[in-house]
């Protein structure tokens, strides 16, 4: 199958970062190949490459399809967590079953992400690279967080809550997920005031099952699927 | 909350091996202490541990539950796959969500994992632990398969196949997903003689992706979240 680059729009060329120029040089491009490109924007270039570099490269755009545009109705997923390898993986799975924007916020029995920022900036970048996502999910990463500023239809996963159906994940949704170790009373009484609280059963998920779970049906119901 | 262990039954005691011995110390569980034991086969025993040994520990059953039952319409998964690293996550996230079957074979562009029995074993036994199964997952791993064995419902992931329906995944049902190269040509004729060939939509999906996307739709349509 073709790879997928990312690179930044200039003119009527398009640049590729180090990574990116590390990923053509492991495929073995050469100057003068013909790649598919994507800015992460909804766009897909075809273009010819016109110089590899040891840093960056440049590509000729032969060819613009604006392919992918924003959704009228996203999905958005918040989650605080606190296990860097759980919540890569989480960010990756997201990003191919369609979610439209990810927070990633610090509740307050969970770790912050904020310095990671970048690091799953990349995440979301190879993943939809992978999936052939021409518009990539917006990312926030926040080292605190204020849940007043939910608007909108709100789920939150709660073992508590209510027994989950497909209606609930009808979009515009934001889907909230909280801790491995629980939100605060506090913090579940102000989100409880944005939304409803949502149980995907009896079993005792992890924070990354439950939103992988939820996704899936927000995916499905939406027709993103 | 609680942590549950796993061993197995010998007449009034059971008997928990080096793993769930080391599980109980890193839990600091002393001689006395009252713990949850599950064998696995869907009872829970609340027992007295009267021994804590270098490798193996003993414990005292004082009461024995049965919680789970086989579930007479069992959802299936065949996985074929290449990389460690997501099958582990693959059968650990299956587990949480509800698969009553796991099939680990190998494919003709797949490698074998015969030889990594025990470990997905663990995988399963953790996973199922964490999320309180009493019934663990059956699971086998092979290191050929005859196709022509499926039997029941089989429905196959494939990007040629017909877009999926909830009604698709109605149990009984047994998922068969394909190594990252795609099926042989000769083993998806195979295949689509034994069941209906069903696709994802048209993003491009890892292997675990869609296993795990079509798991979390089977649980939800067969009331297992």
């Known amino acids: 199958m073709p790879h997928l680059f990312y690179g930044e729009l200039a003119g009527e ?15 073995r491009h050469k100057v003068g190949d013909v790649v598919k490109i994507t800015d992460g924007k909804g766009n897909l270039y075809i273009c010819k490459l016109v110089e590899i570099g040891k840093n960056r490269s440049t590509a000729l755009i032969e060819q613009s399809n604006l392919i992918e545009r924003p959704q009228e109705n996203p999905i958005t997923l918040y989650v605080a967590c606190e296990n860097w390898d759980r919540l890569r993986w989480l960010v990756e799975k997201s990003v191919e079953i369609g979610v439209d924007e990810i927070v990633v916020y610090k509740s307050k029995r969970s770790r912050s992400f904020v310095e990671k920022k970048e690091k799953i900036e990349l995440v979301v970048r190879e993943a939809a690279k992978q999936c ?14 204020d849940f007043e500023k939910l608007k909108g ?7 508590e809550g209510e027994q989950a ?6 979009a515009p949704v934001t889907i909230v997920v909280g801790p491995e170790g629980d939100f605060e009373k506090q913090e579940l009484e102000k989100l409880s005031q944005k ?6 059963g009896k ?23």
């Open 203 to 225: 079993k005792i998920l992890r924070f990354e099952t439950a939103a992988i779970l939820s996704l899936c049906l927000a995916g499905f119901t939406n027709g993103r699927i």
């Open 132 to 145: 052939e996502r021409f518009l990539f999910p917006r990312l926030s990463v926040y080292g605190h967080i």
């Open 153 to 159: 239809k709100v789920v939150i996963l709660h073992k």
């Open 13 to 27: 060329y398009v640049l590729l970062d180090e990574r990116e120029t590390h990923h053509l040089k492991v495929v």
């Open 195 to 200: 939304g409803k609280l949502l149980s995907l």
């Open 165 to 170: 159906s497909l209606e609930d994940f009808l």
